[in-house]
């Protein structure tokens, strides 16, 4: 059974750094993701990245102040988030892709339904 676990959200003022964690449990794959999905939109890609090329990809809104990392000894998915701004604020969620295919992946990664595995998610807001 695959379990992804998020933490590390919290409120910040505008600026500020956050770094989000998710631990992986039975989850073998190589290709994980960052979502955000603020009230009445839908949820996004924010980040991505591959295990073993660790190759990133971001959306441009993050490009510059946010940056995705893998520990793989750990299981560890990390997010930091420097930088941020009030329309960062939103729930994120990490995400697992059961059948990595790079192809696939590196055309799609920005979207939900690539992604076979999600957390519960953990809540960020920037004030400003």
């Known amino acids: 059974q695959v379990q992804l676990v998020e933490s590390g959200g919290g409120s910040v003022q505008a600026g500020g750094s956050l770094t989000l964690s998710c631990v992986t449990s039975?989850?073998?794959?190589?290709?994980m993701a960052w979502f955000r999905q603020a009230p009445g939109k839908t949820r996004g890609g924010v980040a991505t990245?591959?295990?073993?090329?660790?190759?990133?990809y971001y959306h441009d809104s993050v490009k510059g102040r946010f940056t995705i990392s893998r520990d793989n000894a750990k299981n560890t998915v990390f997010l930091q988030m420097n930088s941020l701004k009030p329309e960062d604020t939103a729930m994120y969620y990490c995400?697992?892709?059961?059948?990595?295919?790079?192809?696939?992946?590196?055309?799609?990664?920005?979207?939900?339904?690539?992604?076979?595995?999600w957390g519960q998610g953990t809540q960020v807001t920037v004030s400003s």
């Open positions: 995400a697992a892709i059961q059948y990595c295919n790079y192809g696939d992946w590196s055309r799609n990664w920005p979207f939900a339904g690539a992604y076979n595995y």
């Open positions: 039975g989850y073998s794959g190589s290709c």
């Open positions: 990245i591959h295990a073993v090329t660790h190759i990133a």
